[in-house]
């Protein structure tokens, strides 16, 4: 735009009107309209950011109130209806996640779709307690709500793409996301049994159809998506999941009569199985990007719909295991939720070390991880199998849990491994300097 300009080179106020007025239009529209990142757009070093940590809370809440139902009604019908409501939450927050970790910007419009997903998801939260009976239609018409907005976000991305090698396969996902979206309206007008039937063929048929479709997608460009923000993001939607335990012990001691020695002493316990899933979990996987294609790809992102599920299923059963933690046996439906939930969570680690890069771990020490793991899970369902005092169940899980980290470090360290205690300074912690000077005498 030409200025016009005084005799004596001062801009006119009407220039600088008008040139105020084209800068907030284009700010507004660079802010709003610009399209999302098309496929290969990859910000290798982005960070996870605040509206992303905000978003994942609303997850908190949602997450909250089905395991809060799972723990009021622990028996074999109710841990499926769990397993197939939290597989549809998982759903929602695998596809809104992804789509902000591969196409989203720091801009206006994906501030948006984030907010308005929010605004579905604080509803969604409502009928999540009761999705599998009385509030099962209102959930499956917020639940399509929800994966309509997330289906237009994608068919967004299909729009602006204009490199070929994309097309089939985001035609193929976008054709899921409108049948899961059919489908899910459609369940609403049908009987509880049927609509949980139906919710957890939706289920499979993700797992199963990504998992295939990620194991034989050979596209040049498409593994270039995992990176260490996605990683990350997996790791804080654990972090959420780990956070039930907690709900878990402080709910049971609450609700607990009495409120004893021995009740509080079995949900502090109980509290340790949470810090050894932490434990176990973020030593062999966090911040550790896998493969970026293939078949290790497709198990390490979906295994950890199982992984997560049964974290949340521990803190259910955790409520359960401090309610009774004065009677002399572990209800068998308690004793097997809580030690089920520990074995599928050390098995599903397991698959998804199997899926890191080789120089992930000292050479040599990746074949002890799954056998190590597997022996754990074979001890805790024993432990369980005897019903012990609720106590003695949630300590011999709990020790299960530290032995099977001290025995997979011993292992890194006898392989060569370095702990990397970079903060730590010798001479500075007040260790004795006669320990100090060990390695110089000997």
């Known amino acids: 735009m030409e200025l016009e300009n005084t005799s004596d080179g001062i801009e006119q106020p009407s220039t600088r009107r008008e040139r105020g007025r084209d800068r907030i239009r284009y700010g507004l529209k660079t802010w709003f309209r610009t399209p999302p990142r098309r496929h290969g757009e990859v910000f290798v070093e982005r960070e996870v950011s605040f509206l992303e940590l905000f978003y994942d809370l609303v997850y908190v809440v949602l997450i909250g109130h089905a395991t809060h139902h799972l723990a009021g009604h622990i028996g074999g019908r109710s841990i499926v209806d769990f397993a197939v409501v939290f597989g549809l939450i998982w759903l929602a927050w695998f596809n809104g996640t992804l789509w902000h ?165 079995t949900g502090m316990v109980g509290l340790t199985i949470g810090m050894g899933i932490w434990w176990n979990y973020f030593d062999m996987l966090g911040r550790r990007v896998p493969g970026e294609r293939g078949r290790r790809l497709a198990n390490w992102l979906y295994v950890h719909l199982p992984l997560t599920m049964a974290i949340a299923a521990a803190g259910a059963g955790m409520v359960s295991v401090v309610a009774h933690a004065g009677d002399s046996a572990t209800p068998a439906s308690t004793a097997w939720l809580l030690a089920g939930s520990v074995a599928v969570v050390l098995a599903a680690i397991a698959v998804a070390c199997s899926a890191l890069p080789a120089d992930e771990f000292p050479p040599g020490m990746r074949r002890w991880v799954a056998p190590t793991l597997a022996l754990a899970s074979v001890v805790v369902l024993t432990v369980a199998a005897l019903q012990p005092a609720p106590i003695v169940l949630v300590a011999s899980t709990s020790a299960v849990l530290l032995a099977t ?15 990397e205690v970079v903060d730590f300074q010798l001479g500075h912690d007040g260790v004795p300097r006669a320990l100090l000077d060990l390695d110089t005498t000997e």
């Open 101 to 265: 970790e591969l196409h989203g910007r720091e801009d206006g419009r994906s501030r948006n779709y984030i907010f308005l997903q929010m605004g579905l998801l604080a509803l969604l939260a409502v009928f999540a307690g009761e999705a599998a009976g009385a509030d099962g239609d209102s959930f499956a018409i917020t639940y399509g709500l929800l994966f309509t907005l997330l289906t237009w976000q994608w068919w967004q991305v299909h729009r602006v793409d204009t490199d070929q090698r994309y097309r089939r396969t985001t035609v193929r996902y976008l054709a899921g996301m409108v049948a899961t979206t059919a489908v899910i309206f459609a369940s609403a007008l049908a009987d509880d049994d049927l609509r949980v039937t139906v919710w957890a063929l939706v289920v499979i048929s993700w797992v199963v159809g990504g998992h295939l479709l990620m194991s034989t997608d050979h596209t040049e460009g498409f593994g270039e998506g995992v990176t260490a923000s996605l990683v990350e993001r997996i790791g804080l939607f654990t972090i959420i999941v780990l956070g039930e335990t907690v709900v878990g012990v402080v709910g049971g001691m609450t609700e607990a009569e009495p409120r004893d020695a021995l009740t509080i002493a």
């Open 405 to 419: 980290w001290l025995i997979v470090f011993a292992v890194f360290l006898a392989q060569g491994g370095d702990p």
